[in-house]
């Protein structure tokens, strides 16, 4: 079975750009997660998904953030403009519904200069 | 407002002693908590789970010990082996967040021959 894929593994770009983070959850999982490290802090909780609905927003440190979830399946985390702390390592994580396991992803490194 | 918390930043065993990881909570709600591993470069990877119901959970070299008194856990793992070098973070959740994990900033574990 195939595990928690993210893309890009890295990312670098200019202050004022934009990035879209994409997640793949593990096949079947209804719950998505979205978490965010930032200088080898704590992993901090952004927002969670059941299936497309977002049900759970209260990490999103503001409106440049945006997350969807088209269709239930696969997610995207969008940036935009980026800022300098908003650099840092994006992890996604599933969860099936019933399950209490969350299987993260490799996480995407973001490094806005 | 960081809800749980690993005092211990970094580690250091020799190969086939005891490491013992120490994790600390302040919301009484917590009712579930997780150890996870986390390689560099990699996302972390679940390693051990205790419900609160519980005050005991064994897995192999790993124990976890809950004490809710006290708002803390352990993790034990026994014996150390150079494999086990990682970073451990502690992470908790409550059962009306859906899941939303808290995590603690991590305790970096050095496993020495």
């Known amino acids: 079975e195939a595990g928690v894929t993210q893309f890009p593994s890295h990312s670098v770009i200019e202050k004022g750009q934009t990035v879209t983070l994409r997640c793949d959850p593990i096949?079947?999982?209804?719950?998505l997660y979205w978490y965010r490290r930032v200088m080898g802090k704590e992993i901090k909780f952004l927002l969670h998904f059941v299936k497309e609905s977002k049900q759970d927003e209260s990490g999103m440190p503001n409106n440049r953030f945006l997350a969807e979830r088209t269709g239930g399946t696969y997610s995207t985390l969008k940036v935009q403009p980026a800022e300098l702390e908003d650099s840092g390592v994006y992890f996604c994580?599933?969860?099936?519904?019933?399950?209490?396991?969350?299987?993260f992803g490799p996480g995407t490194r973001l490094l806005v200069l | 407002d960081q809800q749980v918390k690993q005092n211990s930043p970094s580690l250091s065993v020799q190969e086939g002693r005891i490491s013992i990881l120490n994790c600390d909570y302040t919301?009484?709600?917590?009712?579930?908590f997780l150890w996870y591993k986390k390689y560099p470069a990699e996302g972390p990877t679940f390693l051990i789970s205790?419900?609160?119901?519980?005050d005991k959970n064994e897995d192999g070299r790993f124990t976890v010990f809950l004490n809710k008194s006290a708002k803390h856990l352990s993790l034990h793992i026994v014996p150390s082996q150079p494999g086990d070098s990682a970073v451990y973070f502690c992470?908790?959740?409550?059962?009306?967040?859906?899941?939303?994990?808290?995590f603690g900033a991590g305790t970096q574990v050095v496993v020495t021959p």
């Open positions: 205790i419900s609160s119901i519980k």
């Open positions: 994580a599933s969860r099936a519904t019933g399950g209490e396991t969350q299987y």
């Open positions: 096949s079947g999982h209804d719950n």
């Open positions: 992470a908790a959740s409550a059962t009306d967040s859906w899941g939303k994990l808290q």
């Open positions: 919301n009484s709600m917590f009712d579930y």
